[in-house]
T-cell receptor, first 117, second 114 residues
Framework: KQEVTQIPAALSVPEGENLVLNCSFTDSAIYNLQWFRQDPGKGLTSLLL?????REQTSGRLNASLDKSSGRSTLYIAASQPGDSATYLC????????????????FGKGTLLTVNP | DGGITQSPKYLFRKEGQNVTLSCEQN?????MYWYRQDPGQGLRLIYY???????QKGDIAEGYSVSREKKESFPLTVTSAQKNPTAFYLCASNPTALNNQPQHFGDGTRLSIL
């Protein structure tokens, strides 16, 4: 059974700092990995999706990397801002299965990021 | 704008009562999902549906039921058999014809016990 772990559970940094959030998964047979952002009391917003054949994806100040063989992904946030404060979740989609089970995402518990002005 | 609408935003359930959470999407997505989120637990899959009139149990389906009579709608009923229903419920969807598309989420319904 796939397990996804995110470290650290919480992180507090001063504004302007570059930071890295970590995600690890136990079954490397994944189809893709997604990073989401969740603001308090809200749903999830997709930030980046990395296909299993890719090494990284970039969007603005965000860069996500994937090392499928070692079961690891990182989300790099450059020049952090107070508006980046949120919970960041990673999720993996399995590379196998049928009948819809291959679309089921397994989520980590998230990293709560606080960026202090 | 396309998106997923969940209603109500807050819901209260009395002992022995069934309640239904609404999820509507206008993204023309085939697949829809219901997740439960508890503090410190992450998201857990309750039910999912790949096509109309078909759905499968997720990891924590006991005490819940769903229907998928229309592509746009995937309501979740929390039955009286669910003894600990207090949680944040999230509905999501994604296309199945196009691979490597992210899941889209609604803004959630927070359910509490009266």
């Amino acid at each position: 059974k796939q397990e996804v772990t995110q470290i650290p559970a919480a992180l507090s940094v001063p504004e302007g700092e570059n930071l890295v959030l970590n995600c690890s998964f136990t079954d490397s047979a994944i189809y893709n990995l997604q990073w989401f952002r969740q603001d308090p009391g809200k749903g999830l917003t997709s930030l980046l999706l990395i296909q299993s054949s890719q090494r990284e994806q970039t969007s603005g100040r965000l860069n996500a990397s994937l090392d499928k063989s070692s079961g690891r992904s990182t989300l790099y946030i450059a020049a952090s801002q107070p508006g980046d404060s949120a919970t960041y979740l990673c999720a993996v989609r399995p590379g196998h299965g049928s009948g819809g089970s291959n679309y089921k995402l397994t989520f980590g518990k998230g990293t709560l990021l606080t960026v202090n002005p | 704008d396309g998106g997923i609408t969940q209603s109500p935003k807050y819901l209260f359930r009395k002992e022995g009562q069934n309640v239904t959470l609404s999820c509507e999407q206008n993204l023309n997505h085939d697949a829809m999902y219901w997740y439960r989120q508890d503090p410190g637990q992450g998201l857990r899959l309750i039910y999912y549906s790949q096509i109309v009139n078909d759905f499968q149990k997720g990891d924590i389906a006991e005490g819940y039921s769903v229907s998928r009579e229309k592509k746009e709608s995937f309501p979740l009923t929390v039955t009286s058999a669910q003894k600990n229903p207090t949680a944040f419920y999230l509905c999501a969807s994604n296309p199945t014809a196009l691979n490597n598309q992210p899941q889209h989420f609604g803004d959630g319904t927070r359910l509490s016990i009266l």
